[in-house]
């Protein structure tokens, strides 16, 4: 396994395993590693000849009173994770190797990124479509992969990628939970230990939500109000942004559902003491 920080050294040597007939698989992450990432790590080596991750906490992405600066950071725990899993390459490059030092240019993608999380998060998700959009052409991958737990996002990169014609495929790997159903996040190790077990209850409103569905309420909002009540009844939960029923293509909220109407996407985002997290799944209608 290499590690490359340098764009023109990563590009060479992209360009090189395409000329020698390789499929290159791209894992985007921000380090850190968990068995998230690592599961899309294995889907790319199922499907491609040679596997590229990104380690880069992108500076762009986060808000001016966000945790850019304390964000979880461990080179050598990740290298040694990604060694294990068969990595063929690690770019790793510095804030100015990406950004320079006269940066102008952020890619939007309207609309999507102005709802759900794109709402409390202003420039969040410009800053994520501009970082990925660079690395997708310093990279030049065939296939790239991301998690369903950050849902918002993989809708943004298709519809970038769709509407910018970018020459590769975009896939994505099921949420990763704990044993109690918490989802896995880098940002999970900010919990104390009574949050880390209070944090379960996002994931127990998705299933309120997907039982009372079940059950035959269409009323989206009555769902909403019971959900609420539970999220808002527990002491962890400092503030809740949202907690939606969404189209899972366009992310246009729905109040009322009826049979046939295919899936909806629950999503929630809430903090848990000072920590933000979200949530999601699908629901069968
Ligand atoms: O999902 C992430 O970890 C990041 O948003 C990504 C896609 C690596 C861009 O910085």
Redesign the pocket.
Known sequence: METIDKIDKCRSTMQKLREQGNKIGFV???GFLHEGHLSLIRMAKRDCDKVAISI?V?PM?FGPDEDFKKYPRDIKRDTSLAEKEGVDYIFNPSVKEMYGQDHKTTVEVKELSSVMCGKYRPGHFAG?AT??LKLFNIINAHKAY?GEK?YQ?LVIIKKMVADLNLDIEIESGPIVREEDGLALSSRNRYLSREERENAIVLYRCLNIARDMIAGGENDLEIVKKRVMEELKGNEFVRKVDYFDFRDPLTLQEKKRIKKGDGEILAAVAAWIGSTRLIDNIMIKV
């Open positions: 985007p992450t921000m880069f992108n992405q994520v970082v990925v991301f950050d996002q």
